[in-house]
């Protein structure tokens, strides 16, 4: 099996080695792209940069290997490649026209140099190729993981803080923050996904299969500790879907998984704070005097659920307070809408945005060109910088409802009007209709032993549910790389069945 893989490996080190530049320059962005930092000498900054525009060379290398990479870019019944491919183009022209920022061009670099990729690794005669990277991509995943995971609870064990507001988030690596507690979420749910799967398929020895539930609990328990929402949400799904699908060997097996999966997990969940106060207190160790609001006391963060107190934008009292349950995202959502298809706010978004104490945007954005090819790619943060009321010395701000669109179709429409969204819109239904034709198809696939294939649905469908409420997947990032990964494994199943 290894020499196998090996084999497999050292005929397509290319491809892994691309993978690896890819994973690299992520966490980086355009901002790096600012010719006037570059007189500046910070070697952060340049090292930052030399990571930033290694999808550039990556491009370069398949335009200067046009024969060998852009012979097998043949879109025909490649429907998700045509429609990312035609996203980016769509974006770039809607760039041309806003006439701002064209270092932001940096994202369409980024998602055609993906695109060729994988449609290259997609078209490779031997079917494992894409097995092989999409297991790589889980490697890359782990290791992140891990190695923030355990910073994080390091940082955080000697403090009343919950692990969602630890301090840790704060930090910084070369001048790039610590991945938030929502980005280590995801990496943990994916990683469950694959070990749930890898573990169901019993392809390893008994003292392998119970490491493989150890892990799992951990990440749970991980989980459970950061809180993002939109994780927790899916995983008790995914945990039905579990018991639905796989097969169990026999009411033991089933026993033991619940045991690892899910009781142990929120058992540890409970124990950590619990443990942590009392060798705090009983050790006298010294702690942060700004702590959250009843951190000590309570297990979970206090926007986790619906505020009962009234809407502080609005002048009406609610009994619940959407804001604080959605993070803001409504409200971003609703203003980036009323910007974009009437170029200004109403007077009720305008007072929300005063009242948060931000002045809102004096241009009314004119054209109606932006309709159909919109402002470009991260034209919804620049919409959501606003100036603060006070501090006028005070630069440029986020405004009050957050850094972007927190959504990947309304990051579509603002970033590439009609045209872009009619085509995230289409991704996501074959997706859908991809999904569920092989799903249909999952007896004479033998779920259990096809654990690369069902880890991958299950990932494809919680990125799909977490471009909901986050741009994920709408531009270059984890989600992106992960997204196109699973789809070539989808994609090369699929034509088994159906041709």
Known sequence: MFNNIFQIIKKNYSFIFLLVLFWVSINTGSKYLNINQITEFNLSYYFNLLRAILPYFILLYFIFNFNKFFKKLDFKNHLIFLCFLLYGIIQLLGLIYSSNNYNEHYWVVCLLSLIIFYKNTLSRKNTDVVNIIFISNILFIFIIFLIFSLIILKENFFSYNLLYHSKA????????????SSGISRMALILFFFLTCLYFSKIFKRKINYLILFIISFIIFIVLLLQSRTTIIFLPISLIAIYLFFKFDGYKDQV???????????????IYPISKNYIIEKYEIKTESMVEDDDKVNFLRNDFVL??????YSDTPNNFNLTSFSNNRVDAWKYLLQIFFYG????????????????????????????????????DRYLMELEKLTDNLAKSNLGPFGSHASNAFVYSLICGGIFSFSLFLIINLVLIFKIWKTVKKLNKLNLNKNYILISCIFIILFLMFRGLIENSYGVFGVDLILLLSAYTVLEKNYKKNYG
């Open 307 to 312: 505020d009962v107190k009234d809407d502080k």
């Open 344 to 379: 200004e706010l109403n007077e009720e978004m305008k007072n929300k945005v005063r009242k948060s104490n931000f002045v809102p945007p004096n241009e009314k954005l004119k054209g109606n060109l932006k309709y159909f090819i919109g402002l470009g790619p991260q034209s």
């Open 256 to 270: 033991k998984f619940t045991i690892f999966a899910i009781i142990l997990p929120i058992l540890l969940f409970f």
């Open 169 to 180: 988030f704060t930090f910084e690596l070369v001048g790039e923050k610590f991945p938030r």
